[in-house]
């Protein structure tokens, strides 16, 4: 099931990506609950992820969110540069080799100042924007959370599933 969120930013669309942003670490610490590191750090299939290493990859995109969110906060407009998450901020970081509850207690933190911060906002400041290196569309603050929210709900519901087979072969 793949959840939608509208992109028109209304005061009710702003408060379910609140709702989904905040469930993630929730979410992520319910599906690790009880599973050793060893475990976690096993690909959940093949070809595919470690549940460390899908969330080394939700970190590494909600830098590049958070970041553009703050500049889009600070100063009017500002160009980002393209920097991907995976291909250049996760090789430089390498949260996959850091140990599980390190990154879960990283990623919670991380969540914390970000919801701080967005949930603060005034309206017509979720409507700032950025615009990225090489592109010429602009994307608000409520455009880039709630891609960060939807992408981390489509991360969710994969490891809900591929846990669930794993427990239920």
């Known amino acids: 099931m793949k959840k939608q969120i509208p992109t028109e930013q209304t005061e009710a669309n702003i408060q379910e990506v609140l709702r989904l942003l905040s469930e993630t670490p929730v979410q992520l610490e319910k599906l690790s609950k009880g ?9 959940l299939g093949a070809g595919e992820r470690s549940f460390v290493e899908a969330l080394a990859h939700l970190l590494n995109c909600e830098a590049r969110t958070a970041e553009a969110i703050q500049l889009a906060l600070m100063r009017s407009e ?3 540069p393209d920097i991907h998450p995976e291909r250049d901020l996760g090789k430089l970081l390498r949260y996959d080799q850091l140990p599980f509850d390190e990154l879960l207690a990283y990623f919670k933190f991380r969540r914390a100042v970000l919801l701080k911060v967005l949930s603060s906002l005034k309206e017509s400041q979720w409507s700032r924007a950025v615009r990225e290196e090489g592109k010429q569309r602009k994307e608000s603050v409520y455009w880039r959370a709630r891609g960060q929210a939807l992408h981390e709900l489509e991360h969710i519901q994969y490891l809900e599933r591929k846990l669930m087979e794993s427990r239920n072969p």
Request: no cysteine; aromatic share 0%.
């Open 35 to 43: 599973s050793s590191e060893e475990r976690l750090r096993k690909p």
């Open 78 to 80: 500002p160009l980002i």
